[in-house]
């Protein structure tokens, strides 16, 4: 950066032109997010502060950033949150950043708890905890158990219950999807935004994600699909009657998965679109 009064307009002025020039893909939302964090306030903030000039520890810490952002480290990971059903959630790179898109599963499954009176969840994978924090946080009378085969995303989950309120009606555990539940229980619903990216697709997914999201939480089998055929095969067993068992798909897997669904005999299988118009959630009813 040239010998410049660096205000905070000049900042982000710079930055996100910057940004831009190396092809990212939200260059002036970035370059916001990064010099809020260091100047611990809010975006809106830096509006009524242009004229501000921030102190050389900030301005140094803020350069620190931004090229850990050119070397394609996500932001959510380099603030530590980000939001999600208009709640806060810490991330590292030890859980998937959440997705507007997943919000899709915790619309459909709040829509189906709201029937049912005290009614229990699964969430199988939860990494942040997102799905399973925003459901509890919305459906007070649910009780939900969130599993994940990675104890330090069931760290980061645990933490985010707590953050939002919610920790004392989720039961977090280790394990690796039903193995983490004991026999014989049975829920409302399960839910689950699995593995779901071939390996051979990975490799061509943005660096942000290729190289910095865990592998464990992408990496869905030789076509993608090795995860719902197994939530397919067991779900049944762990429904209670009319139970819903509802899982995120990529957009291009809709009839591969509903197949899944119906050849393990589940009911009234259904997909559902995101708010772009893509199919994003299929579901199914348990007899």
């Not at 242009?50 to 950033?65: C, G, K, M």
């Not at 959510?76 to 859980?95: C, I, S």
């Not at 919610?166 to 399960?190: K, Q, S, Y």
Request: hydrophobic share 45%; glycine share 8%.
């Amino acid at each position: 950066m040239a010998d410049t009064t660096w205000t905070i307009k000049a900042l982000l002025a710079w930055t996100a032109d910057h940004f831009a020039k190396k092809g990212l893909e939200s260059p002036r939302l970035d370059a916001e997010l990064l010099l809020a964090h260091v100047l611990a306030c809010k975006r809106i903030d830096l509006i009524v502060r242009y004229d501000e000039q921030p102190n050389e520890a900030q301005r140094a810490a803020f350069r620190s950033l931004v090229q850990k952002r050119l070397e394609r480290c996500p932001t959510a990971y380099l603030v530590g949150t980000r939001e999600f059903y208009l709640l806060p959630f810490e991330v590292n790179a030890a859980v998937l950043i959440p997705r507007p898109d997943t919000e899709t599963l915790v619309d459909v499954g709040i829509e189906f708890l709201k029937k049912r009176p005290a009614p229990t969840v699964l969430d199988l994978g939860t990494g942040s905890g997102c799905v399973a924090v925003c459901l509890a946080h919305n459906v007070k009378a649910a009780r939900v158990t969130a599993v994940d085969v990675s104890p330090d995303a069931v760290a980061v989950a645990e933490r985010n219950a707590v953050r939002n309120g919610v920790a004392d009606r989720i039961d977090f555990r280790v394990g690796n999807l039903f193995a983490a539940v004991e026999p014989g229980t049975r829920f409302d619903l399960i839910v689950s935004n699995p593995p779901y990216i071939p390996p051979s697709e990975i490799e061509t997914l943005m660096p942000e994600v290729k190289d910095h999201e865990p592998r464990l939480a992408l990496d869905g089998g030789t076509d993608g699909l090795a995860f719902y055929r197994r939530l397919t095969a067991e779900a049944r067993g762990w429904l209670k009657s009319g139970g819903l068992l509802a899982v995120e798909i990529g957009h291009t897997q809709g009839i591969a998965v509903r197949e899944l669904f119906d050849a393990a005999g589940l009911r009234s299988v259904a997909e559902v679109k995101d708010r772009g118009g893509r199919p994003r959630v299929v579901c199914g009813t348990a007899e």
